[in-house]
């Protein structure tokens, strides 16, 4: 394998697809779509093998729903690329411009950034995601996904390639590096000739790994230590519903919810109905050890909260439960252990609510909502190729215009300084 090599073909076929019209892009990745149909099958059996390595291998439950395709899942990716075909092209745009002084015309066109490189673990469906979003914005793409379903990984990419081959286009405008030794990925990080942007979609060692060592402009995310507060002044009906929705609608998400702020004052009512609840739904409980001598626990023994599991992803249908005195000590715990992803308020006064908003600074903050809508699909954007916490160039889901970049054009009429 020669990464040298794969980053020139990505940059010359990034040249052609640059030159597209929105028709000819949407009509690709409609090919794309009904390829992934017409494959479904071949698809599925991949998966299933991956699957099943991954269960013999022991991973987490977690992971193994992650790489889990079915024909449900399958089907929605091959919506969700149809769905991005119905997506304005932001290609072309113009942002601004206009007459200056000097007789010069200029605008602010929006341009593909060129070639993208996405480093990503156990998610099949980022091959298809971050494909469709690269093509409908004129961009390539060179894709390493991870050990666990290179299997599944090979058919998908194999569908969109016949694609591109299908439409006369370049077929390295989508490549994939499919052997699973790290020294492809470092090699990779060097490739700032010909990548433009990376994406690293894993655990805390990627990004670490890719802030560390790449030369590449590197948009790190998609590390969920997400949080919920519950006020002094909200219901305990409507509030459990949407903390039921953060946790288990799908817990192995970035999104999903770890930990719970309760206001003290909520204690006494909120807890009783919360505990049975919380059992009922069968989510795991970790609670800090300030919680451990409240009359609501009963005999029942809780596993406790520790600084760790504060600050690591759960990704299972485990929550950490908290006390807090205040929307300010709510705060102050987001701020120590969140990741700046999504965080959310459960109240009625909107007073509180505007205070949390303006004092939390992660990419999506929610006021009596479940942080699981913190996606490019939910957020009406598409699908996403990550979800930034970073705060230049994008954040939070990444959609089409995250992949573009701009050029200034200048009409003269041979205009001298």
Known sequence: MNIELMGQRAKAAAYQLATLTAQEKNQLLMTVADHLNANAADILAANQLDVADAVKQGLSPALIDRLTLTVERLADIANDVRKVCQLSDP????????????????????????????????RPNVTIDVATLCLKTGNAAILRGGKETYRTNAQTVDVIRKALTQHGLPIDAVQAIDDPDRQWVNQLLKLDKYVDMLIPRGGASLHKLCR????????????????????????SEQALNVIVNAKKQRPSACNSLETLLIHRSQLDQFLPKFLSRMTQEGITLHLDPQLSSHPALGNKE?????????????LSLDLNIKAVADLHEAVEHIREYGTQHSDGILTERYLNAQEFVNQVDSAAVYVNASTRFTDGGQFGLGAEVAVSTQKLHARGPMGLEALTTYKWICWGQNSLR
């Open 91 to 122: 290609i072309g745009q113009v942002i601004d411009g206009g007459q200056l002084d000097s007789g010069l015309k200029i605008e602010r066109r929006r341009v593909p950034l060129g070639v993208v490189a996405i480093i990503y673990e156990a």
């Open 212 to 235: 560390e060592h790449s030369t590449i402009p590197v948009i790190t995310g998609g590390i969920g230590v997400c949080h919920l507060y519950v006020d002094e002044t909200m219901d």
């Open 302 to 314: 809780y596993a406790q909260a520790t600084e760790a599991s504060y600050r690591d992803e759960w």
